[in-house]
């Protein structure tokens, strides 16, 4: 099969970096690190030891994005933490691929899902608050159950891209890209959408009793199924309802995503998994998550199609650092959840295929959930849409060996509309920093909700290869850091040339009208939407096509 390499999100810009790349010779080939001096024509990673490995790739793969909520960096036993539970994760790590440098392409939910379902950096998409080219804050916000508006319907999904090409799409659990009908997945290429479409704590439900909005619904693509949701137990009927797609769809090709809500507060775990772990509440509601990976897995072997099914591991951003034992853990990295800093925005990225990747593999190439539509799309055979720009990078040469360091070696760090921090290569440069999500109580100021937006000029530049936790500032005033930053800089003037923002969809206010319910015509709305006729069919959601 014929594989499409996407090697830009702006063209310029690609350009500009690609050819400084060309030039330079002040990167080991022993080490591989690079000498400042370099400016953005430094190389990321190498290794003396690094073979091309050569795979036949079958034609049209069966592909699942699995998605964590709120899941740090350093939460996953596979990532170094001591005492979570995952084993299946871990297996997923020692038959697969671990890289060790994958982004979300934001600090927050409904952004980085935009982001995951395009391929295109979220503001291009309208998922964000505020007005471009304002910078008394950064707009951060997400999609509530009331919002008018959700991703800009002019997008389109990986699962549009991919119904073209033959196949069977299907999706189950949060979506969180606008709840009215016409921004349900159903609505976005979607074959069949089971599931809970906010976060647990934007619904009542037997694992949330206090908040402003109606009984959790369940939806069956546009329709609610369900309500109210028993969420303790939702995990079973997630786990049912995709054993059944990809029963229905083995002959293949079909594209899942399954956008878990663990580990949002508040915390949750079923009966059967309540207190099975060290880490308390948090750690039961991810080795739930865990076990649906695993049920996953285990159905995929039973139905012979492992040799032709991608498995990828993400999560939308970092740790709730607010919620203290009860948030995630960000590991070797500075802060957490709604900050560009490395612990918003780095996450685990796992990539499991067993004919296909060299197991037990590890790889330091940069990636992001930019990529992964991008790669599904051209495994399955074709181009992500022509006729607008891509922000997505193909990662099948990383993950067949082919390439060690891939094709991405930027990253650019959005939150709400402002292009708050870009790394080149190895070298990370902060033009705004603002922290988020974390107490005053957190040993780190940076990380503090009370710390508001700062500007730095010059921008803070750090070498997050060996400083994660970005504590020594590099002195841009010495020679060899200046050109690094002036390549930043550059990256980021040429970026700018070619950056659209659709409008902002978060802008567009909202109505407690909009809030699912099974039952419209009641009153109060939306305390009054229930179903119990209903209840018994929560497990039962049909995949026919």
């Not at 069977?168 to 709840?179: D, S, Y």
């Not at 991405?408 to 920093?433: N, P």
């Not at 994660?468 to 850091?481: G, S």
Request: charged residues 15%.
């Amino acid at each position: 099969m014929k594989m499409h390499v996407v090697l830009i999100s702006v063209v310029a810009l690609a350009v500009t970096t690609t050819a400084a790349a060309s030039t330079t010779s002040d990167c080991s080939s022993t080490t591989g690190r690079c000498s400042a001096s370099t400016g953005h024509g430094s190389k990321l990673h190498s290794t003396e030891s690094f073979e091309r490995r050569r795979v036949q790739l079958p034609e049209k793969p069966n592909i699942i994005i699995v998605y964590g909520d709120d899941v740090g960096y350093g939460d996953l036993n596979g990532y170094g933490h001591p005492t979570s539970s995952t084993p299946n994760l871990d297996r997923m790590i020692s038959e697969g691929m671990r890289l060790t440098q994958f982004y979300s392409a934001a600090p927050v939910c409904s952004p980085s899902r935009a982001s995951l379902m395009t391929g295109r950096l979220y503001p291009r998409t309208g998922v964000y608050s505020g007005k471009p080219g304002t910078f008394n804050s950064t707009g951060l916000s997400v999609f509530s159950p009331f919002s008018n508006g959700g991703m800009n319907l002019s997008e389109i999904t990986v699962a549009q891209m991919l119904k073209p090409l033959g196949y069977a799409t299907g999706a189950l659990g949060k979506w969180h890209l606008g709840i009215k009908t016409q921004y349900l997945p159903a609505s976005r290429g979607f074959d069949s959408y089971f599931g809970v479409p906010m976060t647990q704590n934007e619904c009542t439900s037997n694992v949330e009793s206090n908040n402003k909005f109606g009984p959790c619904p369940t939806m069956h693509n546009n329709t609610v199924a369900v309500q109210p949701t028993d969420v303790l137990n939702i995990d079973a009927a997630y786990v049912d309802n995709i054993k059944e797609f990809m029963t229905v769809h083995r002959e293949g090709p079909f594209f899942f995503y399954y956008a878990s809500h663990h580990t949002h507060m508040p915390q949750f775990a079923a009966p059967g998994i309540r207190n099975t772990t060290m880490r308390g509440l948090f750690g039961d509601s991810l080795a739930e998550l865990d076990w649906s990976v695993g049920q996953i897995l285990d159905h995929i072997v039973e139905l012979g199609i492992q040799n032709n099914t991608l498995v990828m591991f993400s999560a939308d951003n970092g740790p709730e650092l607010s919620d203290v034992d009860l948030g995630g853990e960000q590991g070797q990295l500075k802060c957490g959840k709604g900050t560009t800093y490395e612990g918003g925005v780095r996450e685990p990225g796992i990539f499991w295929w067993p004919s296909v990747i060299e197991p037990g593999s590890i790889s330091y190439a940069l990636g992001s959930t930019l990529d992964l539509s991008v790669t599904a799309v051209s495994l399955a055979g074709g181009k992500p849409p022509q006729d607008r720009a891509t922000d997505g990078f193909d990662l099948t040469p990383v993950l067949t060996g082919q390439s060690e360091n891939g094709p991405r070696d930027h990253m650019l760090y959005y939150s709400g509309h402002i292009l708050m921090a870009i790394r080149l290569h190895q070298y990370k440069a902060h033009f705004y920093t603002k922290g988020s999500h974390c107490r005053s109580t957190y040993h780190d100021q940076d990380c503090w909700d009370a710390t508001g937006l700062q500007q730095h000029d010059p921008p803070l530049l750090f070498d997050v290869e060996t400083d994660t936790k970005e504590r020594f500032p590099l002195d841009v005033t010495q020679k060899e850091y200046s050109a690094v930053l002036a390549g930043i800089v550059q990256l980021k003037a040429e970026h700018g040339k070619g950056m659209t923002f659709a409008p902002g969809e978060m802008n567009m206010g909202g109505d407690e009208m909009n809030f699912p319910c099974c039952n419209p015509a009641c009153t109060p709305r939306n305390a009054c939407c229930a179903c119990p006729k209903r209840e018994a069919s929560q497990h039962k959601a049909t995949n026919a096509v």
